[in-house]
Nanobody, 118 residues
Framework: QVQLVESGGGVVQPGGALRLSCAAS????????MAWYRQAPGKQRELVAA???????NYADSVKGRFTISRDNAKNTVYLQMNSLKPEDTAVYFC????????????WGQGTQVTVSS
């Protein structure tokens, strides 16, 4: 069983920045795609950014140019650097790990709140 623990959420003013971290309890990075999702009140959970085990990146259009996902395999940690934050970025952010081979296996973190407000 793999546990994912997010940290780094909080309250920030529009235009500000935050860095989220997600630490995995086991060395899974060599075989898992790591991703950040978010869910705002009354909305469906959506993909924000993902990074594969070989470093291939994918971003939601709404965060391109503002957010950067990265991973430190030695520390079993994935990061989300969020710059130029907007009120519409307010959501609970979840860390996700998807195994890259069959059978599929997926893990979720507990989520961390990000609030962008003046």
């Amino acid at each position: 069983q793999v546990q994912l623990v997010e940290s780094g959420g909080g309250v920030v003013q529009p235009g500000g920045a935050l860095r989220l971290s997600c630490a995995a309890s086991a060395s899974i990075f060599s075989i898992y795609t790591m991703a950040w999702y978010r869910q705002a009140p009354g909305k469906q959970r959506e993909l924000v950014a993902a990074i594969t085990s070989v470093g291939r990146l994918n971003y939601a259009d709404s965060v391109k140019g503002r957010f950067t996902i990265s991973r430190d395999n030695a520390k079993n940690t994935v990061y989300l650097q969020m710059n130029s934050l907007k009120p519409e970025d307010t959501a609970v952010y979840f860390c996700n790990a998807d195994r890259e081979y069959l059978p599929p296996l997926r893990y979720w973190g507990q989520g961390t709140q990000v609030t962008v407000s003046s």
